[in-house]
């Protein structure tokens, strides 16, 4: 064992007696770091900008959410709310009235929907973070306040600072409407925009955050609510408790955590970097054809040295797993080497931030390309480039040393 590997270093540092020999394995290396490292730098960036998106969407979603299985609404009087309240870790459960609506601000009118919160929504949310203008505030004591997204705001040209126009809400009647007149078919309310947020792009276009008390007076509700927000505290186990709220809620509900009710859009983030990934282990893949190439010319240029070697009673077994080795520490040196480069961009990225998102006019929610590292990242990214530098070196050692008889002593 220490033979092969002594012998296998030997032969790897050791000057080549051809200038052929030794350029294409330093191309074969710098190849494959190249590619390790582009391979890790990818794989975090797309890591950063999951974490970004997912940011985004915890600011407004919740951690949990409990909807009904049947049908659009549920009585919260025949819910275990309180029960649900008292369990070890829940910080806060927020009644939710979530309905499609007309909005009209002065000549303006776009569709949308309003989502209707009780008060103690204030306690947990963040998205008073996330406020372009005025404040986010939804009822000070009998008075209501509408908190529009960007994009509504925007469809409607909305001034938070003219308290003079106020936001006209219409929702559809439930039950035949006694006529097609327009009054008769919708129930309106209006008031004032304290504030304008913006989230991301599907909330922002969408929703309006009123009271739960001013949609349910819309929607002649009493207590009844669409969904009910589950916001649980740090460092409590989130699959913990999910178990024994959908205990207690029962089969008649469904309980989501923050991936359920964003599973399509993780899906396809994971999905994208996994694309990307198999597309550079393809580039890597063809990369190492220089190895193969490397490995089989410095086999053939050690003929004589094998011929020796076997005289001095060196089995072909032990002749292989040299000449293996040196290929396993060429795809070793090129790992290593690959994923230090890339640690240090990504470290540098992570710190400064040199490398700029468009042309850095604050067009974008942030400056740089974000990036996050993963240990289980760097570790699979060193076992693919190990592979394949192991599958490249073993081609060429086992076609060109299969037969025994054909190397000729010297």
Do not use: C
């Not at 960036?45 to 970004?52: A, C, D, I, K, Y």
């Not at 913990?240 to 955590?257: C, P, R, S």
């Not at 193969?292 to 060196?314: C, N, P, Q, Y």
Request: aromatic fraction near 14%.
């Amino acid at each position: 064992m220490r033979f092969s590997f002594y012998m296998a270093r030997r032969y790897l540092f050791s000057k080549k007696s051809h200038n052929l020999i030794h350029i294409i394995s330093w191309v074969s290396m710098i190849g494959l770091a190249i590619g390790t490292a582009a391979l890790i730098i990818v794989l975090s960036v797309f890591n950063g900008f999951e974490q970004v998106i997912s940011s985004l969407y915890n600011s407004f979603d919740p951690d949990f959410t409990i909807t009904a299985v049947q049908g659009k609404t549920f009585q919260t009087s025949g819910f275990p709310m309180e029960k649900i309240k008292q369990l070890h870790g829940i910080s806060e459960v927020v009644q939710v009235v979530e309905e499609d609506a007309l909005f009209k601000y002065g000549d303006r009118q776009t569709i949308g929907k309003i989502m209707g919160l009780s008060p103690n929504f204030m306690k947990v949310s963040r998205l008073d973070t996330m406020m372009q203008a005025g404040d986010f505030v939804l009822q000070t004591g009998k008075a209501d306040f509408a908190v529009a997204g960007a994009g509504v705001a925007w469809f409607l040209g909305i001034n938070v600072r003219d308290t003079r126009q106020l936001l006209t809400v219409f929702i559809p009647r439930r039950g035949n409407a006694s006529s097609f007149n327009f009054r008769n078919a919708f129930n309106s309310g209006v008031l004032p925009v304290s504030g304008i947020f913006s989230v991301q792009q599907d909330f922002d276009e969408k929703y309006v955050l009123v009271p739960l008390r001013f949609a349910r007076d819309l929607l002649n509700y009493t207590n009844q609510v669409t969904s009910l927000h589950v916001y649980i505290k740090k460092g409590v186990s989130a699959k913990k408790i999910q178990k024994e709220i959908e205990t207690l809620a029962g089969k008649n509900f469904v309980v989501k955590n923050r991936f359920e009710q964003n599973e399509t859009l993780y899906k396809i983030m994971k999905s994208e970097k996994m694309a990307v990934f198999l597309i550079l282990v393809f580039i890597l893949i063809l990369s190492s054809f220089s190895m193969i190439g490397s490995v089989a010319m410095f086999i053939v240029e050690k003929v004589k040295d094998i011929a020796v070697l076997r005289t001095l009673g060196v089995d072909m077994k032990t002749m292989r797993t040299i000449f293996l080795r040196q290929g396993i520490l060429i795809s070793l040196l090129s790992a290593f080497s690959g994923l230090f480069i890339g640690f240090i961009i990504l470290w540098l990225q992570q710190q400064y931030g040199f490398i700029k998102l468009g042309s850095g006019n604050g067009g974008f929610i942030i400056n740089a390309y974000p990036v996050q590292m993963r240990f289980s990242d760097f570790f699979y990214v060193f076992i693919t480039v190990f592979l394949i530098g192991w599958g490249a070196s073993w081609y060429p050692v086992h076609f060109l040393l299969k037969k025994e008889q054909k190397i000729k002593l010297a």
